[in-house]
Nanobody, 119 residues
Framework: QLQACGGGLVQPGGSLRLSCAAS????????VGWYRQAPGKQRELVAT???????NYLDSVKGRFTISRDIAKNAVYLQMNSPKPEDTAVYYC???????????????WGQGTQVTVSS
């Protein structure tokens, strides 16, 4: 249902954009977000955007990362500017999806995409 891409190697101070697209039978999409998990650490919330457009960010990425969504394309993006080595992690997209009218939202995870910040 969710396909994430855009990860890779980026230098500190550079930029990278992650993309995540929902596919299949999608009636509507609720809140969407990006999480990350570094080796030996728990998965943490990086950013979320609700249907009304309100956003929420992890304190350490505020001012550097921007989450956005394209409703027409059923996609969500994470623009990563000025990444730091501590941003290195596997990034996962997450979304509440409804596959039909009257059906409840269900939560889905995309496969992870590796982001490595290193010179």
């Amino acid at each position: 249902q969710l396909q994430a891409c855009g990860g890779g190697l980026v230098q500190p101070g550079g930029s990278l954009r992650l993309s995540c697209a929902a596919s299949g039978s999608i009636f509507s999409i609720g809140a969407v977000g990006w999480y990350r998990q570094a080796p030996g650490k728990q998965r943490e919330l990086v950013a979320t955007v609700r249907t009304g457009g309100s956003t929420n960010y992890l304190d350490s990425v505020k001012g550097r990362f921007t989450i956005s969504r394209d409703i027409a394309k059923n996609a969500v993006y994470l623009q990563m500017n000025s990444p730091k080595p501590e941003d290195t992690a596997v990034y996962y997209c997450n979304a509440d999806l409804r596959t039909g009218y009257g059906l409840p939202y269900k939560n889905y995870w995309g496969q992870g995409t590796q982001v490595t910040v290193s010179s």
